[in-house]
């Protein structure tokens, strides 16, 4: 069967004949017993849409408006298709394109969708055919006032040739800004305006995704480059007049409610772009916003300030970020700090991903004199913020400085907590580098602190790369050294080099783990359950997600949060890593992990990729990603579960807790294998597969290298010693997120001298 030019496949065409009437009955008796038994809509037989291809989705959904709403199995269908198709991109033929039209017209569909069409036609839409179904729209939306979806009206106005009604509705109030954007559609074709309203994003339940390229395309349309900068500047001049005293201030009222739109939009285009026009128009106009230009608490615009903060949130730079700090530091608005603090805790992250500019963050040294002392911040180990006179280094904030600069000193204590912010932003664009199919611009750090911590490889000859110390070759390739590209025992050298030169690298790196595709993985071909089935801290996995960039919904007891799916893009924005896992709904605060997924960005969305297609560091990082969520949060890590956790989950806690090690913690016994020669207590330590054995006085310990629990020989009875110390008596070669490496060396000295342990908690276990 062929529809609009689309041949169906045997699914599509049984979708199409539910819809229609013309499914045989027997068919339709096995879709409605299935539906009877509780099966759900989506697994029932032969109902399931998610297989079809984009043109058929774009062929069955004229056909899914016309569905006569009497028929309750003709409906299903329609829901599953209209679902579909607003969580993926349909494509449409002409012939579609014109149906989709026409079905508009006599079953009042969705002008978004109908518009998004437009965009959604490689063969290009048949403009001529849809004059009149986009005319008698547009005079009906015209004579009802729906004007809620103005970009879509003023694309479908453009087909039917009714510009002027249109303009004369949608700019009656707008403001000079608003106005403006409108003018500028008005010169462009009714596909152009159309993917504009994809921009725009205007609200449709059932409208498709945006596209994902949407905003990258319409930078290049005729003239929005421009009218981005004319717009921002004018913005600015406008808030500056206010300030000055030229236009009269009244609070919320610097911009009219389309114009706020306006500017966010404008703002976003000019972001992406990283328009080098921008960040001084902008820092004006973030300053300007969020303060009055009298003593009141209110502010000229609101609502422009956090259109800029959510563009800026989208396509960070580190300007906008500096912008958005300044204006929260001005304001005297009660409320808007705490608002800011949100975004910027988001956006900073966000900027990480962004490696493109990331490397443009200030590398945070400052040296200034107050009197006869000088405050210096230095980034050489860990950012620091220290007091000199002379040239000796004092141990505190001088008394002198305190009495006669205390606002300096204050804003130097800010300083450096926004250097640590900005470092930890550039630590972990380095690391979301790895997964880039593209190197990054990492010469942008040459001479920085950071960089001189990490190894590098540089293409000394073409497809020969050589790995050195610092970014130390000019003037050819390079990227970040990755031990998945290298030699075992390159990899051992280089661990032996950061651990002679006591090299504390800002992320894992020489000992950094390495996940490889197993049979299992092979044989399952789409999914990997390798971190699947264990039971976690929610909140701790939680946060985790947050801290490394994941995106995830919150679980919790009410309809629609008991399961979840953690996403992350990577590879420069290529691939997605999906990680499942479930509320426990029997236990309050706990989850169970589940599959972890790719999905590679093609033409229509995300298509699920099979794991041997995955790039392999791609792979790895997501991977690397889901092993420390599991080790982290697992209830197995906490020492303390036993005394409040459930029976039935101790059978877990206890596998986890003393089983085999994951790839996190096969790396951790490595670092221990170089570290154990150098320390105090080594004649007391020995390395098995799975414990370091810590020999003391009274007993002998077996710390698990993944969890950090304790047994204690002869009988293997269980220690609880909650970690109050660190390994910091030592050098480690890296730092980890949750410590481990920390916790495990410093239970190690406090068991080797257990005579001299003082807590009684572990004296009463040890000496029962």
Known sequence: MNLHGTPLSPRARF???LMTGAARLVQRERLLQDLMAG????????????QLSAYELGALLPVAYRVDLESRDAVLVRWEVEREASERQPLFTPEACADLFDALVCRRADIRVSVGALVRCPAGAPLDRLADPARVVVERLLREDRLNEPFSLLAAAGLAGLDAQAAERLTAGRGPLGVAEVELLLGWDPTQRALFAEFARESSRNAPPPLPDARERLSVLPGYAAFARTTVEAAAARVDAIHAGELPYRAEKAFGVGEKQTIGRAVRIALLRDEPWLPEPLERL??????????ARTLPSQGVLFEIARAAEDHPTPEAVTALRAARGLTRHAGVPKQLDRVLKRIEPALADRVEVAFRLPDGRVRE?????TAVIAIEGEVELSWWHGDRKLKSVPAAVKREHPDEVKRLRELAKQVRRQQK????ALEAGFAHQVAPPYRRLEGHPVADRLIWEFEVSPGVWRSELGLTVPDVPVRLWHPARATPDEVRAWREVVQDKELRQPFKQAFREVYLLTPAEEATATYSN??????????????LLKQRGWQAPYLGPWDGGGDGGAMRVLGGGGWRATFLHDYLWHEDGYATTGEVRFHRMAGDGWREARLAEVPPLVFSEAMRDVDLFVAVASIGADPEWLDRGVDRLRDYWQSYGFGDLSENARVRRDALARLLPRLAIADRCAL????????GE?????????SGNILMEPNDAYLCVVPRGSGDRVFLPFEEDGGMLSVIVSKAFLLAADTEIADPTIVRQIRP
């Not at 099966?39 to 998610?50: I, K, N, P, W």
């Not at 004199?369 to 002392?373: A, K, Q, R, S």
């Not at 098995?688 to 020999?695: A, I, N, P």
């Not at 009274?698 to 993944?706: M, S």
């Open 530 to 543: 390798r971190f699947a089935g264990h039971v976690v801290g929610y909140h701790k996995l939680y946060a």
């Open 425 to 428: 932003t550039l630590v972990r």
């Open 688 to 695: 098995t597969d799975r414990f370091l054995v810590v020999r």
């Open 15 to 17: 979708l199409h004949d």
């Open 369 to 373: 004199t107050l009197g006869e002392h």
């Open 698 to 706: 009274l007993r002998t310990y077996k710390i698990h290298l993944g």
């Open 39 to 50: 099966v759900t809509t989506r697994a029932a037989q032969g109902l399931d849409a998610s």
């Open 286 to 295: 973030v300053r300007g916003v969020a303060v009055a230009p009298t003593k």
